[in-house]
């Protein structure tokens, strides 16, 4: 069972192709650039592989509007350099996971034309019209402050047409069973070249009805399990990784009662709590979240983590928690999108403060569910917000020294590397951090070797004890006999963790060990942001258990 879900203790790692690494020169990252990469991925310990969409696209939303599900998009590559990727990644130990955009499609689609041009053609109704404009066109909008209005008029077609998103992003109607069955097809294709799950883009308005009259959307559920199905055909072990901010209420409709829906959710629950814990020093709503996001069926995982390649979507937050991690982590205006989010990198949100990003990262690892990081954040690189909306946290890795921090060898134009101030490729990059012994890589390095041989966060069960200080997070998981205690502080300032235990807690990241004073209890002492991992037992009995467990 333990191989068949290989998603529950994976590490999966995100990545633009076009801002990873250029290997002819033109500016542009590309898969062949990719591959070379490869070994460093798998020495940073990165076992799933999470691609950002490269399919053809005008590019007008960061590859977010296809206008060709089946290609590679040429700025990137060949069909064949991406089967060479997936060929060459599985070989070092790495699964590959791609972006499921369906949605919408870009209005340079095909399907989209013809659907304008011929009213009686098929794809006329693959898309959402409507003959006059809808009384709620101004309602809905995901990038309100943006995005002025979610159906357009177009002249060819003589109707309105519905975009959840941009413009020029046409919702497909994937009520139609005959876009379905495309959807469908796309999915065995992408698997047919080495594809070992997708991350679902916005699964609510893919799973939801669509139309000029549908004011209160419901969701068709159902769907989800025939793309289980579908994966579960082709490719026994094939995941979907679900985009999809919910409340709690609804977290099992989308895994299934019985786990037959989706594999993996990403915990936005989680996620907006654990950063309103860092900016108010206060782990109570953070732990809430943990226990209302508690229960989900065996085989289903939650995605943990911090970053994305999208704004910090702040929404779930009531309004004063919101303005309080504003306050912390994006004050100025332009730091803000959307009336909801922060559109920084953690680091710079973090004020570039090595305590602070390592107890993030410690919380993220701890977390029960399946990391996932954002390429560059291994490093700490920052964000250009002189660039749109989110492109300011989408800027090309940086792994040197050399011109335009070793990404491309172009000597203008391209995508815009961040050169000046503390974030800048002279002062972080790859090559400099391998070689420092205590730089962030390396530290990441060693957390994430430790992570993998503490299955009990995946597999296990959890609880959050309680401490008398609100500054403390304090977990324990337990599965087959074995049990793991982290602790976290949340604040600017020493704690002393005071609590009742086992007769041993190892420490699996220093010789800090613990064992009960003299009224039974352990005290702990935790410098300001400062973080353990303990085992229960001794070492000698945890070698002991994890041999006979066969971990």
């Known amino acids: ?15 633009s192709v076009g801002s990873f690494q250029d290997s002819n020169g033109d500016g542009v990252g590309d898969f062949q650039g990719l591959g070379r990469r490869l070994a460093y991925l ?49 070989q070092r130990g790495m699964r590959v996971m791609i972006d499921l955009v369906v949605n919408h499609t870009s209005d340079r689609h ?16 693959w898309y959402v019209w409507s003959k006059t404009r809808p ?30 998103f941009y413009h020029f992003q046409p919702d497909l109607n994937t009520s139609n069973p005959y876009v379905q069955a495309e959807i469908l097809k796309i999915m065995g294709f992408w ?36 793309f289980r199905e579908l994966l579960q055909w082709r490719q026994g072990d094939a995941v979907i990784l679900a985009e ?9 409709e989308y895994f299934g009662s019985d786990g037959d829906r989706l594999q993996m959710m990403f915990n936005f629950q989680v996620n907006q709590h654990l950063f309103h814990a860092l900016a108010s020093a206060d782990v109570r709503s953070l732990a809430g979240a943990l226990r209302k996001t508690r229960a989900r069926p065996t085989t289903a995982q939650w995605a943990q983590f911090l970053r994305n390649h999208d704004e910090l979507d702040l929404g779930r937050l ?27 990198r953690l680091a710079p949100m973090l004020r570039n403060d090595r305590r602070r990003i390592e107890l993030a990262y410690s919380l993220l690892f701890s977390l029960p569910g399946t990391p996932v990081l954002r390429y560059g954040d291994e490093i700490g690189m920052g964000d250009d917000l002189s660039l749109p909306e989110r492109e300011c946290a989408r800027t090309p890795m940086q792994w040197s020294t050399e011109p335009f921090g070793g990404f491309t060898r172009l000597r203008r134009g391209g995508r815009t590397v961040i050169s000046k101030g503390p974030f800048g490729y002279p002062h ?74 086992p007769d041993q807690l190892t420490n699996v990241l220093s010789d800090d060990h613990s064992t009960p004073g003299e009224h039974g209890r352990h005290q702990i002492m935790l410098e300001p942001y400062g973080y353990r991992w303990f085992r229960e037992g001794g070492l000698g009995y945890i070698l002991d258990r994890v041999e006979i467990d066969g971990i």
């Open 318 to 344: 009531s309004p004063t928690q919101r303005e309080r991690v504003f306050a912390a982590f994006g004050p100025d205006k332009d730091m803000q999108l959307y009336d909801r989010g922060i559109r920084r």
């Open 244 to 252: 999809a901010n919910v409340l709690p209420r609804d977290d099992m």
């Open 1 to 15: 069972m333990i191989n068949d879900l290989w998603y529950k203790n994976a590490i999966v790692y995100c990545l």
């Open 135 to 164: 009384d709620h066109a101004d309602e809905g909008m995901v990038f309100p402050g943006v995005q002025k209005s979610t159906w357009t008029y177009e002249k060819t077609a003589k109707a309105w047409y519905f975009h959840r």
């Open 191 to 226: 698997t047919q070249l080495g594809v070992s799950g997708f991350r679902m883009d916005a699964v609510p308005f893919v799973i939801s009805t669509k139309g000029a009259d549908v004011r209160r959307p419901k969701e068709q559920f159902d769907m989800l399990r025939s």
């Open 42 to 90: 798998q020495g940073l310990g990165v076992t799933a592989l999470w691609l950002m969409p490269f399919q053809t696209s005008p590019g007008k939303d960061g590859g977010y509007d296809i206008s060709d599900y089946y290609n590679v998009d040429p700025r990137y590559g060949t069909l064949g350099d991406f089967v060479e990727f997936t060929h060459t990644a599985r």
């Open 428 to 501: 972080v990059n790859v090559a400099q951090q391998r070689r420092d012994p205590g730089s962030l890589l390396n530290w990441m390095e060693r957390l994430i070797r430790m992570r993998k041989e503490i299955p009990e966060v995946s597999w296990g069960d959890f609880e959050v004890l309680p401490l008398d200080d609100n500054a403390v997070l304090m977990m324990r998981y337990t599965w087959r006999g074995n049990a793991v205690l982290f602790l976290h502080n949340l604040s600017d300032a020493p704690v002393e963790a005071s609590f009742a235990g």
């Open 110 to 125: 095909p399907w989209f034309r013809e659907a304008c041009r011929d009213p009686s053609s098929k794809y006329r109704d």
